[in-house]
C-alpha cells in the first residue's frame, strides 16, 4: 500500500549541500539539570549523533539524533542485516519534488535509558547524512525521541533521557511552549512558527527571500533557495543565525527551521510540551 507522505526538511537539510555555519546571542541561564549521566554526543557539522543505539537487541549502531524527522530511518544495508522486509511504501513530498521510500517496523528500540517499541523506520539511500559521514547508518526521529523528557546538550556532549516512566526537569533557560505541527516541535517566534531541529545547521524561513541564491539536496533531487540574514526572537531572547535560507512551503506546514545547535543545551519536555532553550 503507498500513502502520502510530507517529508521535512530535516531530509532536505541534513542531506544538503546548504551547509551554513549558525551562531547564537549567548544568554546567562544555567543548562538545564540532567537527570542520569547521560550518554556520549558526537558532534558531526554541528549534529548531535550517537554510537549507542541497539535494534531488536542488536547493535550498537551510529544514529543521527534528529528532531527534525518525523520518521526514523535506516538504510537498506541495516535492514536486511536485521532481517527486516519492507511493510508499506510512502510517498515523500518535499522541496525538489516527490520520491517513494519503502519502510517497515523495529520490535525494539533503546538508546541509554530510553526504551520503545514497534516503531517506524523508512528504508532510505541516507546519502546527505552520509554526507556528514559515511559510518551514520540511521536517523532516529520524533517517532522515538517523542516518547521522552530528556536535554541535548551541545556543550558538553551529553543526550540525557528520563528514566523510561519518568520525567526530567528543564533547568532556567528560556522556556517555550510547543506543538507538534505534522509530527515536529514547533514553538511561537518572531518569524512564526518554526520547528527545532537538531539535523540542520542552517535557519529555514519558508518565505521568499532576496539574498543569493543556493542549491539544497532534498530526498527527491535538489531544489534552489534564496539565502539572507534576519534575527528570531523567543520570548524575551533573540537569536541571530549567521546566514538564513528562504525556501517553498511546500515542504513543510511549519514556517521553518530553527537549528538546535544555535543553544548551548535544549531540554525537550514531551511530558509537558516545552523545551527550555540555554
Not at 253 to 268: K, Y
Request: hydrophobic share 45%.
Amino acid at each position: 500500500m503507498t500513502t502520502r507522505h510530507l517529508i521535512r526538511f530535516v531530509v532536505n537539510f541534513t542531506i544538503g549541500s546548504l551547509m551554513i555555519v549558525t551562531a547564537a546571542e549567548p544568554c546567562n541561564a544555567k543548562a538545564p539539570e540532567p537527570a542520569a549521566a547521560g550518554t556520549k554526543l558526537r558532534l558531526m557539522g554541528g549534529r548531535p549523533v550517537v554510537d549507542d543505539v541497539y535494534l531488536n537487541g542488536q547493535g550498537p549502531f551510529r544514529f543521527l539524533i534528529d528532531t527534525g524527522a518525523a520518521s526514523n530511518q535506516f538504510d537498506a544495508a541495516l535492514a536486511r542485516k536485521l532481517g527486516l522486509e519492507a511493510s508499506f511504501q510512502l510517498e515523500l513530498a518535499t522541496a525538489g519534488g516527490t520520491t517513494f521510500v519503502k519502510g517497515g517496523r523495529v520490535g525494539e528500540v533503546r538508546l541509554g535509558a530510553a526504551k520503545a517499541s514497534n516503531q517506524e523506520f523508512l528504508f532510505t539511500t541516507l546519502d546527505g547524512v552520509h554526507a556528514l559521514s559515511s559510518s551514520i547508518q540511521g536517523v532516529l526521529g520524533e517517532e522515538f525521541l517523542a516518547k521522552f523528557d530528556y536535554l541535548l546538550d551541545f556543550r558538553n556532549r551529553r543526550v540525557e533521557f528520563a528514566a523510561e516512566g519518568g520525567t526530567a526537569q528543564g533547568g532556567a533557560g528560556t522556556r517555550a511552549a510547543f506543538r507538534m505541527i505534522e509530527g515536529l516541535p514547533a514553538i511561537q517566534t518572531s518569524e512564526g512558527e518554526l520547528a527545532v531541529d537538531s539535523g540542520t545547521d542552517t535557519t529555514v524561513l519558508c518565505r521568499a527571500g532576496q539574498g543569493a541564491a543556493a542549491q539544497i539536496r532534498t530526498a527527491s533531487g535538489f531544489a534552489e533557495v534564496a539565502t539572507g540574514s534576519v534575527r528570531v526572537r523567543i520570548g524575551e531572547r533573540e537569536v541571530r543565525p549567521a546566514q538564513t535560507a528562504f525556501a517553498p512551503r511546500a515542504a513543510l506546514a511549519a514556517d521553518g527551521l530553527l537549528p538546535a545547535s544555535l543553544f548551548r543545551s535544549v531540554f525537550f519536555s514531551n511530558s509537558g510540551h516545552y523545551l527550555v532553550l540555554e
